[in-house]
């Protein structure tokens, strides 16, 4: 079945870039699905970041959305998250994911990875 | 809004778990049911408000439709006691929500 791994930086300052990557195995990055990002805040519940299909049509949340950017590489199978202007609140576990074709339900998840935004 | 109902369920194992989650507008059946263990990712458990994913134990069901839900797990396993969380997604592309989460944990 699927797997999913997060990579990029526990750590960045206030003001700064996240740049995360989802490295797809198991499959195919252009299936029919929607490939997304789910972050958790420590002790708080989960929020959607947003998704993207293969072919590059993305929906993001509204909250997020001025921030946020989405791109996937089908060559290496994967997919990438970019929030500019970070702030404390920021702080959480990243999770990729993926989706089904309806894009309704979240059928696998990745492992996570605890960003901290911090001087 | 989703909202889980209680925060924190204490129970024994060998016990019935009731779970519940009110959407403050319908979302047909578009209600999902997640598992989350400490230290590790949500883990889905139902989706269309009563479809077990596949793999999951046949202890787990739920229902509902419209704006009240419930996750039932009958005789808890030691395995089960986590966080679950309710999601929906009604209005593509809207951002799906998750609820608040409900704990269950041992008495």
């Known amino acids: 079945q699927v797997q999913l791994q997060e990579s990029g930086p526990g750590l960045v300052k206030p003001s700064g870039t996240l740049s995360l990557t989802c490295a797809v195995s198991g499959g195919s990055i252009t299936t029919s699905n929607w490939w997304t990002w789910v972050r958790q805040p420590p002790g708080k519940t989960l929020e959607w970041i947003g998704e993207?299909?293969?072919?590059?049509?993305?929906n993001y949340n509204l909250s997020l959305k001025s921030r946020v950017t989405m791109s996937v590489d089908k060559v290496k199978n994967q997919f990438s998250l970019r929030l500019t202007s970070l702030t404390a609140a920021d702080t959480a576990v990243y999770y990729c994911?993926?989706?089904?074709?309806?894009?309704?339900?979240?059928?696998?998840w990745g492992q996570g990875t605890l960003v901290n935004v911090s001087s | 809004v989703l909202t889980q109902s209680p925060a924190t369920l204490s129970l024994s194992p060998g016990e019935r778990a009731t779970l519940s989650c009110r959407a403050s507008l319908t979302v047909s059946n578009f209600l999902a049911w997640y598992q989350q263990r400490p230290g590790q990712s949500p883990r889905l458990l139902i989706y269309?408000?009563?479809n077990r994913a596949t793999g999951i134990p046949a202890r787990f069901s739920g229902s509902g439709s419209g704006t009240d839900f419930t996750l039932t797990i009958s005789n808890l396993e030691p395995e089960d006691f986590a966080i679950y969380y309710c999601?929906?997604?009604?209005?593509?592309?809207?951002?799906?929500?998750f609820g608040g989460g409900t704990r269950v944990e041992i008495k």
């Open positions: 269309d408000a009563s």
């Open positions: 993207i299909f293969h072919s590059g049509t993305t």
């Open positions: 999601q929906q997604r009604a209005n593509w592309p809207r951002a799906p929500t």
């Open positions: 994911a993926r989706a089904t074709a309806a894009a309704t339900v979240i059928e696998f």
